[in-house]
């Protein structure tokens, strides 16, 4: 299984990588590997030209701007696990990586990385979308900032140009005091998630949920948010009651089918997932001080 | 008589030092200059007539030396197709595997031409070139489908789908059930999936034209056969090809035949006169190694109100996938496996042998006793719940016992040869399994448990397995001139420490360590005969072999330092490589000294007038398998929401016999009850209906991660085995049988109060929501 | 179209210059340029994890990584614990003691993963190795010789480190 041959580039900045990506033929990314890597040895990808981003450092680097955590398209799993700004101000993007693979392919893996794959089961894109985060992208046309929301455009296609790549990623952090969650049902620790929740709580002054942002991920083509319960839950009292009510529209959710799993299995799951994590939302933003 | 020095002891392995530290070599290790390497171009349908095969544009690509097809093979070989492997028996003609695809194609990755070049890069790279046209045929998917009147032919070149149909049967079944209180009809389907051994199957064959000798190195469990079937195709003789099992990462079963791509790459290195090495990718596994797959049970059981069965008869109909190179050994087994070591007064079973267009399916460990070990222990599941006793009481009451011992079962091995189990306490190790689980207190685990809205289950199952089969095994025990010990062997270790425990059998005679033992195993050009690694067979067979051999270089090595010495030989003792007088060490000689003295010297009688060297060759002849048990139990843990199946708890109760070395009887337990766990609750080999396999990576084909498993608790009892000196019995499949059993039976516990039943495995979190959810609307 | 390319990367504490192709990956570097075959591969689809190695000393799957990336970079696999064929590791040592391989051929893998395991958690749990090996398959051993063989080795550096 050895990969279709190519030519191998290797950028030193940016702007190298820019121009690349611009005038090289059939060309690939190469960040992570971790989902690249497999397609090409398995010849399901077959590129002419590889652009490996693993040398442009400007890429790499976590900073807060503001209220904004700035992630360097280049940023590995495992070093946003372990990041005390990601650990402090994103614990929910924290969470989520506990799920997210392996070590050994966090060592190597980007969080733009997997956000531009937008595997249906992966967790970063369904978190990215929680946050409402954006996506800044460059092309010799410059630069522009796209939101999570509209990055998703099918089945593993995101909105970027051919000639555009992800330099960085921005999250507003929450306030301290909130409440969050990621949950999945995964058939082995670290395998794609058959279905997951991931959930923000934020609080009004008198306790209820402002705002709640649910996302769903695993279910359908492209990971979701659950707007209907979002609704249902503004205003409301961080309680069971509202929980359930809010789930309610599950049965409805437009769900992939496959040999994996069928809707109806998915949909019970998207609920089930969806209760629990609100659950533990919950008791977070309670506890939080 | 003292106590054992070696055996029996948890001795390191000798394995391991080289393994460990990057000094392993197996096949791909191996590096001869001028080496070609090889990928095969596979059908990408399961049945298709293929009209035309281009490789003129493969033929021009870079580093290219060969694209071969059937045609450009053929004439290098005696015959059209691969040997029927085992003893034929009736069975439809031409039902084995071409060295590469002849005009049809009858499953999705059977290799149609081979692509030869400077590197397996290269290789691939041609091998997308080759243009096949074909022709699609209906594929059938599915062995119960192929066995109605209207499904297509799996393969037009056969008259039927149906392979062959047996029966087992003995006493009066129709009584039996004329005169039961209870009957039921029950209906199972099971499913175990592919071999996977870490290292997949691979090969390098060397045809060496200065000599005119064929070397192959080969991951095979039967070096032996290898040569024996190549000898044969290649229209050679013994002295020119020798087969040899370097370090080999697993097989379990898989590597137990010879494939077209050995045939091939043999055949293709004495075309070019080069080295040339193929080695399987993961892919290539999935879609062209064998595998178990689909069985269909359809049972009826008669049993009386005591819980105690009376008969049992039906049909079994066996997936065999597109051609049958290893008989039906595998369907054979599943049949005689299904009493196990309860009592079934009356048995009438007829198989069915259906072809389908997927690969073949020969034994992967277990060997078809899991699938059938499976509905006999919910047969006895749904007679507990029908009179209303205790799962376990009505286990207890059908058990064979220990007084009944040796126990004739009414039914015959392939061979015709009776199966008798010869030794064995089964209601002790029930009881001792039962024990271990904590069974008693399980109750009020459930009821705390349920209170907190959980669902707790616990099951548990036993199965027998038929080991040391033979007719024989091989071994040669010689102590050299450098006082070096060896142990040849024609049995092959395929990682499950073959060598420790020979050396450990060698070592209780000639009292060396084992360490200093050098082992020589699965190696044709070291030994002329042997058989290999399968059923559970090489600690019998090959221990026993060395046994015998060890005793008798002992004994020799004992009468010509008695000479030498001029001392009684009762008076003398082996050790640490010297033959020495009892309690006077510094009276002796050296293994070197005596190796050196029966080597003989030119003019000079040897010591005793014996005959020459320290060395003695013996087949260990086995006509009779030994019956070794296990028994499983299982605590788990059901989330009704998600269908998710946690295990808390398994005990493994395994009686292998006389135990040589326990931490490697132990590991096989474990490997075993941890790849059948796999088969129950993570693993499928999926295909669609047009018999295209839809899990073809690993991310897709689940085996089970450390964290799925929970500790395993193993318990060695031991019941001698009769059918050979060292009382052992076979340790590596047994522990799989009842693992499926168990943990369905468990699952069902689990499950009660929502009214599942459930007749098959592999279980899906998906599929045990689906059951729950049938439960729940009373469709039981 | 193929493209080759000089690098120079530190195996096992040597510098190494060697050409490659591009489209060589790590595994195959390591295993038939540089003669070390210590390293596996078991699936080259990243999931079986036999093949991995450290990078930089972070675990990575050598069959996922291109040759070419490790230029500049240092490279560590299983014949540098100890030595090839000198098993003089601590946790080889423990391995050997617990039983924890069996047909050896995903022990390299293993071990690469359980040294930066050790070298982060210093105080593992049974459920922490286990979730440190995940990504790593075994189909022989069951994993409990290796879970133990992991825990030996822990307990004994936390007792040196106690002293």
Known sequence: MKPAPFRYHRPRTLAQAVEMIATLANAKLLAGGQSLMPMMNMRFVMPDNVIDLNSVDELSFIREEGNKVCIGAMVRQRDLERSPIVCGRLPLLAEALRFTGHTQTRNRGTFAGSLCHLDPAAEQPSVALTYDAEIVATSPRGKRVIAMSQFPVAYMTTCLDPDEIVTEIRISAPPPRHGYAFVEFARRHGDFALASAAVLLLPAKDGAIERAAITVGGVGSVPFRFAAAEKALSGKKAEEAHFLAAVEPCSELEVIEDVHAPAAYRRQLARVLILRALRTAADRLNSAH | MSASKFIGQPLPRVEDGALLSGAGRYVDDIHLPGTLEAAFVRSSFAHARITSVDTSAARAAPGVHAVL??????????????????????????????????????????????????????????????????????????????????????????????????????????????????????????????????????????????????????????????????????????????????????????????????????????????????????????????????????????????????????????????????????????????????????????????????????????????????????????????????????????????????????????????????????????????????????????????????????GMAMGLKGTGRGPFESASVRIDRSGKVSVITGAVAIGQGLKTALAQICAEQLGVQPKDIAVIAGDTGAISMGLGAFASRQTVMGGSAVHVASVAVREKALKAASEMLEVGVDDLELQDGRVQVQGVPNLGVSFAELGTAMAGVPGYKLPGELPPGLEHSHNFLGTSLTYAGAVIAVELEVDPETGHVKLHKIVAVNDSGVVINPNTVRGQVIGSVVHTLGNTLYEWMGYDEQAQPVTTTFAEYLIPTAPEIPRIEVILLEYPGKNNPLGVKGAGETACIPVPGAIVSAIENALESFGVRIAEFPLSPARIFELLSQGRAGNA | MSDTHRITVRVNGEQREVEVEGRLTLADMLRHRLQLTGTHLGCEHGVCGACTVLVDGRSARSCLMLAVQTDGKSVETVESLGGRGNPSHPLQQAFIEHHALQCGYCTPGMLMTLVEFLRDDPNPTEASVREAISGNLCRCTGYQGIVDATLAVAKAFANEAGR
């Open chain 2, 69 to 458: 097809t059937y045609d450009d093979i053929r004439p290098q070989l005696t015959a059209d197709r691969l040997p029927l492997e085992l003893r034929p028996e009736p069975l439809p003609p031409n039902i084995t595997p071409f060295p590469l695809a002849n005009k049809e194609v009858v499953f999705a990755g059977e290799a149609i031409a081979v692509v030869i070049a400077e590197s397996r890069y290269l290789a691939e790279d041609a091998a997308g070139l080759v243009e096949v046209d074909y022709e699609p045929l209906p594929a059938v998917a599915d062995c119960l489908a192929a066995t109605l009147p209207d499904a297509p032919p799996a393969d037009t070149r056969q008259a039927s789908n149906i392979v062959k149909e047996f029966r087992q049967a003995y006493g009066n079944v129709g009584a039996a059930f004329d005169s039961a209180k209870h009957r039921a009809s029950l209906h199972f389907k099971t499913h175990r999936g592919c071999a996977h051994p870490m290292e997949g199957r691979a090969v390098l064959a060397h045809f060496d034209t200065i000599e005119d000798r064929l070397t192959v190195w080969d991951s095979t469990q039967e070096s032996h056969d290898v040569r024996g079937f190549l000898v044969h195709l290649l229209g050679l003789n013994d002295n020119q090809v020798r087969v040899v099992a370097p370090d080999v990462g697993g097989g379990f079963g898989c590597k137990h035949l010879m494939y077209p791509e050995e045939v091939v790459i043999t055949a293709v290195s004495r075309m070019l006169g080069r080295p040339v090495k193929w080695i399987e990718d993961r892919r290539e596994h999935f879609l062209a190694t064998i595998q178990e797959r689909d069985q269909y049970w359809e049972l009826d059981i008669a049993f009386g109100g005591d819980g105690k069965l009376l008969g049992m008869r039906g049909r079994m109909i066996h997936d065999q996938g597109a051609y049958t190179p290893r008989g039906t050994n595998l369907p054979t087994n599943a049949s005689t496996a299904l009493p196990g070591p309860y009592l079934v007064p009356a048995l009438d079973l007829k198989v069915v042998v259906a072809e389908t267009n997927k690969v073949a399916t020969i034994p992967v460990r277990g060997a078809g006793y899991p699938s059938a070990n499976f509905c006999m222990e919910r047969c006895l599941d749904h007679i507990a719940r029908t009179v209303g006793l205790d799962r376990y009481e009505v286990r207890r009451r059908n058990l064979i016992k220990p007084e009944m011992m040796p126990f004739q079962t009414g039914l015959a091995a392939r061979s015709g040869s009776p199966i008798i189990y010869d030794s064995g306490d089964y209601p002790k190790m029930m009881a001792t399994a039962l024990e271990a689980i904590d069974y008693e207190g399980f109750p009020e685990r459930q009821r705390q448990a349920r209170e907190q809205g959980r669902y707790l289950g616990i």
